[in-house]
């Protein structure tokens, strides 16, 4: 049962082509909330922790991380301090290279969001390309 799920940002959440977050994500988060842990993991400094700020989803999240650099280190440390195990984890981002690799090393199951395009890609163990496809999967209302 998955218990907890690690969000990337940028290209996940926030649309960066519309510098804004994509649409209905607050809902998808105020709803996942009552049901799981959140986490987000996203690169940057200050300007990307202020912009994270401003959009008003902070409190949807256990823990909020803004690193130069995404390890599995780090996965693994907010997995320690959550209380649940890596299988019980959804890890959920854009790039197979970081957030899909490193969920995967981790143990978690892995969703990589790639808006409008679901091709599948063997890395992942979903591919999905809406946030209703994300709650389908974790079967949250």
């Known amino acids: ?8 940002f940028n ?3 926030y649309d960066p082509t519309s510098f804004s977050l994509f649409p209905g994500v ?3 988060l105020k709803d996942l909330h009552k049901t799981h842990k959140l986490y987000l993991i ?3 400094g200050e300007t ?4 994270i700020s401003s959009l008003g989803i902070t409190g949807y999240f256990n823990a909020v991380k803004v690193v130069q650099n995404k390890s599995k280190k780090l996965f693994l440390q907010i997995i320690g ?3 649940f195990n890596a299988g019980e984890f959804v890890v959920i981002g854009d790039q197979i290279n970081k957030e899909i690799t490193i969920g995967k090393e981790t143990g978690a199951i892995t969703i990589l969001f790639r ?3 679901n091709n599948k890609v063997d890395v992942a163990d979903f591919v999905v390309s809406t946030h209703g ?3 389908n999967i974790l079967r949250v209302k």
Do not use: C, H, V, W
């Not at 049962?1 to 990337?8: E, Q």
């Open 133 to 135: 496809e994300i709650k």
């Open 115 to 117: 808006p409008g395009n």
């Open 1 to 8: 049962m998955i218990k907890a799920i690690i969000f990337d």
């Open 11 to 13: 290209r996940t959440l």
């Open 26 to 28: 607050d809902l998808f």
């Open 42 to 44: 996203s690169y940057g």
């Open 48 to 51: 990307r922790k202020r912009l």
């Open 81 to 83: 301090s959550s209380g």
